[in-house]
């Protein structure tokens, strides 16, 4: 039968691009020259880092809803193989502005946002891994406290592949 492995043929086994994309945001946003000096962490992290800007992938600091990435797979035409895959990957810039100032915390947040845009803008196909990857949503949260103004941006790469086999 067409599409069934003969005996003996070993079946590829299905793959997903999401830990390569993952592995590739991470390093690109690390590379970044408009990043240089931004802490770039790749997941969840405890720490208790002093750092003041930050750009978190596959994280966005929500304890409520811990979700990296989201997505879903599809046939792709007729073809057996391989699966298209489309999901988005969540991620976050903080800002901290130590001076309590939210307008200078909310502006370099959005700027670290648009850095973020420029590297993927750059390289839509990181570096080969995925079809496109591109900025999805964001929210914008601010916070006030005995640290000063905090600003985060929680935004979404959002990721079109086929899977691998």
Known sequence: MAGRPEAGERLMAWMSTVPDALDALVAAFRAAPGLSGVKVFDGPVVTASGQMEAVTVGDVGDQEDPTAVEGQNTREGLAATPDREQYAIRCAVLVLNGSGDASAA???????????????????????????AQLGSSTLAQDQDENGALATIAFTVEVDAFTRR
């Not at 909310?106 to 850095?115: F, I, N, P, T």
């Not at 845009?117 to 390289?123: I, S």
């Open 106 to 132: 909310r502006r370099r947040a959005y700027q670290l946002l648009g850095e973020v845009g420029g590297v993927l803008a750059a390289d839509q196909r990181l570096g080969g891994t995925v079809m496109i």
